[in-house]
């Protein structure tokens, strides 16, 4: 299933060639042009449906916003804190970054940096540039035997474990969300931040900024810190608290810190970087040959594997698609575009709060599409902006939507596998229950009604509830004949309690539906 069509992509960096050529080859035309100010980006980004960028473009809300096409965002590199992620969602935005192209290059840069600031090497280098011999001045100490704690147990945080235990570093760490199998099975112990700040002779930070992260390394966790240890950063700005790191420099709580960021870059502050126990770099954690052909290579497959369907890797703001993408998806999805337009037919309003059941083995990773497929189906007529598996469900929020989802494996009646919807509006309750057979959607039950033969959900459809009656089906024709309507299907539920519901698929809606009600106790209809 194809995600997002995109012909012309803007690229506003520097990248490597490599991915040109790759757009190029796969029918994506490509525009090259850096160093853009706010106000020309946004001049520029109408137009296009793709947008490349490495670290130095701003894609804020004011360029997203002005973006009226655009339908992804793709960074060259890992960290995205250079991209309104939200506004992005909102606009149903994928936002792709590539996760693992500048990994080995960050992992030996930090490495490098543990090993710096345990001999002195720079400081050294420069000091014999100056024309001293100063042997003593430099002394060192060893890594073996010391322990470093990473903060951050992803893809570089692993890596650098892996390197310096080579060392023979003893490594600990934290992370809130890899398990503390996994991260021992490369030979990390996971603990609290609590534990590790007094364990630890060097910290390495490897985590994404965001606010849990911003000031990790603070006035308060230097104090619980080893006297003398030594702190990295080279993953982003702001994770260690600048201030309060020259303060423990100054006062000896640090014994040296190796920045390869800093939270404006260039500093507007060179306290840091001209201070003796520090080993700085003016951001170069993915500066490497290799990291960037990786990077630009990775991002043009990923968006070309994205726009013929075959993959999604990197999508950070749209995991719901990474199981949508496959090609058997695509019907599942037709269907619970069309259960939302159904539900919200008979709950007769947006806000409500909607239950949303997958039934059968083969949906129990569906869920999550499922639900925002619904949420598609229940706004793409109401929603200020356009509505798509990306922002579906933050625009459910915001309309007043409740979701919750749950799978079962209990096959459901007349199907392997279906997908029910329950709406609550204003204390009253509609299920729909629908199901896909031969990549049709079709509709299995409403309201308690199982249709005697399943309702194929395309087209106008009119729904109805009424008495099971001889002459109910020439009256609704009659309505229908005098519309100028033509009945094109028909089908009925099985009676309970003497009613039942009714399915017609009609060349068109009627003008006024209050023609039917007044044969009928309830109606609705809706084009799909």
């Known amino acids: 299933m194809a995600v997002a069509t995109v012909r012309r992509i803007l690229i506003s960096e520097i990248v490597d060639p490599c991915c040109k050529q790759i757009l190029q080859e796969n029918g994506i035309a490509v525009t090259e042009k850096q160093n853009l100010s706010k106000d020309e980006l946004i001049a520029e980004v109408k137009g296009y449906e793709g947008l490349i960028v490495r670290s130095a473009t701003k894609v804020t809300a004011d360029v997203i916003n002005a973006a009226e096409d655009l339908k992804i965002i793709g960074r060259a590199g890992t960290g995205v804190d250079n991209v309104d992620v939200e506004a992005a969602t909102k606009k149903g935005i994928i936002v792709m970054n590539t996760p693992s192209g500048n990994t080995?290059?960050?992992a030996e840069l930090t490495c490098g940096m543990i090993v710096s600031l345990s001999r002195q090497i720079p400081q050294a280098v420069m000091s014999m540039k100056a024309g001293n011999w100063d042997r003593k001045k430099f002394m060192g100490a060893e890594l073996y035997g010391k322990t470093l704690g990473i903060v951050g147990l992803g893809r570089i945080g692993k890596e650098v474990a892996i390197r310096m235990q080579s060392f023979g570093?003893?490594?600990?760490?934290y992370d809130p969300i890899i398990p503390p199998e996994?991260?021992?099975t490369f030979g990390v112990e996971q603990m609290s931040l609590e534990r590790l700040w007094p364990l630890c002779d060097y910290i390495t930070v490897h985590t994404p900024l965001m606010p849990s992260t911003t000031g990790l390394l603070n006035d308060e966790s230097f104090a619980r810190c080893r006297k003398g240890v030594k702190v990295i950063n080279c993953?982003?700005?702001?994770?260690?608290?600048?201030?309060?790191?020259l303060r423990a420099l100054e006062s000896g709580q640090c014994g040296g810190a190796g920045l390869d960021v800093f939270i404006d870059e260039p500093p507007k502050d060179w306290s840091l970087v001209n201070h003796p126990g520090v080993v700085s770099c003016p951001h170069l954690g993915a500066n490497t040959k290799e990291a960037q052909i990786r990077c630009g290579r990775d991002i043009a497959t990923q968006i070309v594997e994205m726009v013929q369907g075959k993959s999604l890797i990197g999508a950070v703001n749209a995991q719901v698609l990474t199981a949508a993408i496959a090609p058997e998806s695509r019907p599942w999805i037709k269907l619970g575009e069309a259960l939302g337009s159904v539900a919200k037919a008979c709950a007769g309003q947006v806000k409500s709060q909607v239950q949303i059941t997958t039934l059968g083995q083969s949906l129990k990773n569906a869920a999550g599409y499922l639900s925002a497929a619904v949420v598609v189906g229940m706004l793409k007529d109401s929603s200020k902006n356009a509505v798509n598996l990306v922002n579906a469900l933050p625009l459910a929020k915001e309309a007043g939507v409740t979701i919750a989802s749950h799978q079962s494996d209990a096959a459901p009646m007349l199907a392997q596998s279906a997908c029910e919807v329950e709406i609550c509006a204003n204390g009253v309750s509609h299920k729909v229950v629908g199901s896909v057979q031969g990549d049709v959607p079709v509709l299995l039950e409403l309201n308690g009604g199982l249709f005697r033969q399943p309702v194929p959900l395309t087209g106008n459809l009119i729904f109805f509830k009424a008495l099971a009656n001889p002459q109910l089906v020439p009256s609704v024709a009659g309505v229908l004949t005098?519309?100028?309507?033509?009945?094109?299907?028909?089908?009925?539920?099985?009676?309970i309690a003497g009613e039942q519901w009714c399915s017609v698929g009609v060349s068109s809606l009627l003008g006024d539906l209050n023609t039917l009600k007044v044969h009928v106790k309830e109606a609705l209809q809706l084009s799909l």
Not at 235 to 245: M, N, S, T, V, Y
Not at 482 to 495: K, N, R, V
């Open 104 to 106: 080995t290059s960050a």
């Open 169 to 173: 570093m003893k490594t600990v760490g």
């Open 182 to 184: 996994v991260t021992a």
């Open 235 to 245: 993953a982003r700005g702001g994770i260690i608290d600048e201030a309060a790191l």
């Open 482 to 495: 005098a519309a100028g309507l033509q009945m094109e299907s028909f089908s009925t539920s099985a009676a």
